[in-house]
């Protein structure tokens, strides 16, 4: 790596801010730079850090409910196996791929894709981003506050009238809703307030416990229901056969990209904080195939015992929510401890998936204006006005919502891996991602990249539309398509069409011994 810095003497004081220690230059443009945006001074997360990440992004209500549901799409338990490998070492590939020009440059997701989308453009992946992680955001917070709802009806049953939306309802959620809500919104918050040191301590501690929590719960299930009745398939009726099983396999491993998608383009906000690219590579395999193959067989045994010992739903389903399986169990210490930890591990994957990045998102559109942690409040006023209770009890509204989202992140991550690997060839002028010059490399046509904006928008509309007017199957490879379109879009913009229609003033090649600029290649 070549990593030529600017001398000492115009340099500016490290700032301290929530998230991190930073150094601003003289020189950075005020309207591209913040205490939470510049370069880190000192980068220091080891691969236990990231594998951490992993686990607290993994195990989740939701983590949960989607591990169990692959083994319920009717193929053999060997066929979801090899759909798991290889999906979940797709997504280590790809994460590999995001991380390295945040954790080379020092920078979060938004002023990294300055390199492709320019200075201004940035503004367009940003907001994007910080839309659709406020919808999850609220949806997640909202999945986790019905466990303090179960936990406070298990304690106090009289509660049980304010739990009707028709008597003690307002917008659509219940009074003790709305009370278990406010907490878990309330809890992140104040967790989320205290900085990435305190995010880090967090992960690094609720990653492993929650391991802890699972293993002991599986443990009692397993015991409670006998070998006999643990087993790897929870589809019904006959498994699919021929060419129904190949097709659900390809499904199954569309779903476990899909599913990674918001926190494989989020990963770099956190990967800017790993030691070396080394800790980062070590820490996602860690985290990711060894974590993710280990936690989806725990669930499913979980989640195969559990049938036999709490039993099926009213519809006759087996139940696979964690929330609903330990608040059936007839032991109060046992419910108590599941229904927390779930509720903790929910908040661990909500500030590292749906809080941290759009706080990075919103500052980057207005630094002078509006810091990380504003940022991060704006998120979470919004996962308010959403009603995301509403948007979740509505199946429709979630297939549409899950598939756009697919959509839409898969350009932003086809254009920054085309950009940055075969267009830029691995280099980042760190110093003019802060530079509103119009000689800067990434001032682009006014600070605008118009082949990122046209891959995007193309991209991301192809995506749309088959979600509105293809099937569901087809609708479950938005992700992969929104991806492949934007970098050959973008990819083939920057190599055939005339440097004079994306540049104002086309930037000479790279001198990576000019003492002006901050070079890492």
């Known amino acids: ?105 020092g920078v979060p997701y938004p ?36 466990a303090f709802g179960l936990l406070a009806l298990k304690f106090w049953p009289s509660l049980a009238r ?89 499904s199954a491993i569309a779903l476990v990209v899909s599913y990674f998608s918001g926190p494989m383009l989020n990963f770099g906000d956190f990967s800017r904080y790993g030691r070396t690219f080394g800790d980062v590579k070590k820490g996602n395999f860690l985290g990711l195939p060894v974590n993710f193959l280990f936690f989806s067989i725990l669930v499913v045994c979980t989640v195969s015992a559990g049938a036999t010992v709490i039993g099926r739903d009213a519809d006759g389903n087996i139940i696979t929510d964690p929330v609903h399986i330990v608040d059936r169990i007839d032991n109060t210490t046992a419910a108590v401890l599941g229904v927390l930890t779930f509720a903790i591990a929910t908040i661990g994957i909500n500030i590292v998936a749906n809080f941290v990045s759009p706080a990075f998102d919103f500052s980057n559109v207005a630094p002078t204006k509006i810091s990380w942690r504003m940022g991060g409040m704006i998120a979470a006023i919004g996962s308010v006005l959403i009603t995301p209770w509403n948007l979740f009890n509505n199946p429709s509204a979630i297939h549409y919502t899950l598939d756009t989202l697919g959509a839409v992140i898969g350009p932003l991550f086809g254009v920054l891996i085309a950009d940055f690997y075969l267009v830029k060839k691995k280099q980042i002028v760190v110093d003019d991602l802060f530079s509103m010059s119009p000689t800067g490399r990434y001032w682009f046509r006014g600070g605008v990249n118009p082949v990122a904006v046209i891959a995007t928008v193309v991209a991301a509309a192809a995506g749309i539309a088959i979600v509105v007017e293809g099937t569901t199957y087809m609708a479950s490879y938005t992700w992969f398509v929104g991806a492949g379109l934007g970098f050959a879009i973008y990819w083939l913009g920057m190599r055939y069409l005339p440097a004079t229609f994306i540049h104002d003033n086309p930037p000479a090649p790279v001198a990576t011994t000019a003492p002006a600029a901050d070079v890492s290649a």
């Open 162 to 250: 304010f739990d009707s939306v028709d008597d003690y309802g307002f917008l659509g959620l219940s009074l003790l809703g709305w009370a278990g809500f406010v907490l878990m919104w309330v809890l992140q918050a104040i967790v989320f307030w205290n900085g990435m040191e305190t995010i880090r301590k967090f992960i690094d501690f609720c990653g492993p416990a929650v391991y802890v929590v699972m293993v002991i719960l599986a443990g009692y299930l397993i015991y409670k229901a006998g070998w006999s009745n643990v087993h790897f398939d929870l589809s019904s009726g006959p498994n699919k056969s021929g060419w129904a099983s190949i097709t659900a396999l390809i």
């Open 1 to 105: 790596m070549t990593d030529i810095r600017t001398p000492d003497a115009v340099v500016e004081p490290t700032r301290v801010s929530a998230a991190g220690e930073s150094v601003i230059k003289v020189g950075y443009h005020q309207n591209l730079t913040n205490e939470d945006l510049a370069p880190l001074k000192k980068q220091s997360w080891t691969s236990y850090n990231i594998f951490a990440f992993w686990m607290s992004d993994v195990h989740s209500v939701g983590g949960y409910v989607f591990a169990g549901s692959l083994f319920a799409l009717g193929i053999s338990a060997w066929q979801v196996l090899i759909a798991l490998l290889v999906g979940i070492f797709m997504v280590y590939f790809l994460c590999n791929l995001v991380a390295r020009p945040s954790q080379q440059a």
């Open 111 to 146: 002023v990294t894709t300055r390199i492709a989308f320019g200075v201004r453009g940035a503004n367009l992946p940003a907001i994007l981003r910080g839309l659709i992680a406020v919808a999850w955001y609220g949806i997640q917070t909202y999945l986790a506050s019905v």
